[in-house]
């Protein structure tokens, strides 16, 4: 049995991965009127007086939404909210593993982007932050930025930022072991979707260099008028040489590749075009761009995928339950760039310098550590740039 048909067979045994447990005992008459009528009216009015209470008198505090729309779920598109459940439900399981934080899966039936965002403003005041989950580009764009401007508590797109923080983190142990020069590195990333270019812009805050994007028509241009607003201000901040072609062009003497688009697009040819010891990032699921023997046989030095079975596993779940458990311990607003890198240095740190071998350059997805680290790392900056309610 391969794992698609043991997972679906997983499901149906548990029916739902997540489920709600009751944190008040109501066992007796007494129990009923303190955690219900009428004794519930008296947090009612201290919350009403003071709305910051809510946090200290109801679950808010260790609550987040999960919310999609269905539009970009995995690698399987746009299969709607119903179909995407499975995924909200799992990612509300590995909050609670790996951060201890309560998560409920919502997933709106709607593709309007004033839709969406009303929807989930509206429902804000129930949790401690918002997780965006696999809403498609360019609209992951524009919502996010609305329910930043609309909501009161930290939302956050996973499919962008939480990727780009863990790159960010593999990337600095990357560039340490191959003593390649931090503000000197060519990097190309191959996908300029939500996740694409969420990584050039945590790169170039943290200074590893000059970028180079590409999509399917090419490298991105900032002459070139056809394409999305998205695409366009990307452009502007990169591909300083007005480079054009495809991305046979981009690779070559670059130091660093990151793939974030489709299977098998990167050829063994294309490696050795790249300078040496070449940082190889190839995060296509579950068919990375180039298979990491393939890479490494065309002289990378380094390589890096999505998937658990190769070394320098780049996975969302380094980031995102550390991110949200220190967002909440301090009742953050948002979440700021600063946290963001805060975030990816925080994972970095985590394999020492004289541990880092090509082939552990990021630490296990399954490290308990990780989620109390990035989670101080986080809520020190938060409380740093005043956007805690501490």
Do not use: W
């Amino acid at each position: 049995m391969d794992v698609f048909e043991e997972s679906l067979k997983r499901h149906y045994d548990l029916q739902g991965k997540i489920e709600v447990v009751s944190r008040a005992s109501i066992e007796s008459m007494e129990d009923l009127a303190l955690a219900y009528s009428p004794g519930v009216a008296q947090p009612c009015r201290v919350i009403d007086q003071d709305p910051d209470q809510s946090y200290a008198l109801t679950r808010r505090q260790h609550l987040v939404a999960v919310v999609t729309n269905g539009t970009a779920v995995l690698g399987l598109g746009n299969i709607g909210p119903l179909a995407a459940m499975p995924v909200m439900e799992g990612k509300c399981a590995l909050f609670k593993r790996f951060a201890d934080v309560d998560a409920f899966p919502i997933c709106v039936d709607s593709e309007d982007v004033d839709e969406v965002v009303d929807t989930i403003a509206r429902i804000s005041k129930s949790f401690g932050g918002i997780n965006l989950e696999d809403i498609a580009a360019p609209a992951c764009f524009e919502i996010e930025e609305k329910l930043k401007a609309r909501c009161d508590v930290p939302v956050f797109h996973d499919d962008q930022h939480g990727t780009a923080i863990v790159v960010a983190a593999a990337l600095l142990n990357a560039v340490k072991l191959t003593h390649k020069t931090m503000g000197q590195l060519k990097l190309v990333i191959n996908g300029a979707g939500a996740a694409g270019i969420a990584i050039a812009k945590l790169l170039l805050q943290m200074g590893f260099g000059q970028i180079i994007m590409v999509d399917r028509q090419g490298i991105l241009n900032r002459e070139d008028t056809h394409l999305d607003s998205a695409k366009q201000a990307i452009a502007q901040v990169t591909n300083p040489e007005g480079l054009t072609g495809d991305l046979s062009v981009a690779i070559k003497g670059a130091d660093v590749f990151i793939g974030v688009s489709a299977p098998k697009v990167v050829s063994q040819a294309m490696i050795r075009s790249m300078n040496d010891q070449a940082i190889v990032f190839a995060m296509a699921n579950p068919v990375p761009e180039i298979m990491p023997e393939d890479a490494l046989e065309a002289g990378a030095a380094i390589v890096g995928t999505g998937r658990s079975d190769y070394p320098n596993q780049i996975n969302n779940v380094l980031a995102f339950p550390g991110i949200f458990k220190g967002v909440l311990a301090v009742r953050a607003r948002e979440v700021t760039d600063g946290m963001k890198e805060s975030a990816a240095r925080a994972i970095a740190s985590l394999i020492p310098e004289e541990d880092l071998k090509a082939e552990a350059i990021i630490v296990n997805a399954l490290d308990d550590r990780v989620a109390d680290v990035v989670a101080k790392a986080v809520a020190d900056q938060a409380i740093k740039e005043g956007v805690s309610r501490h």
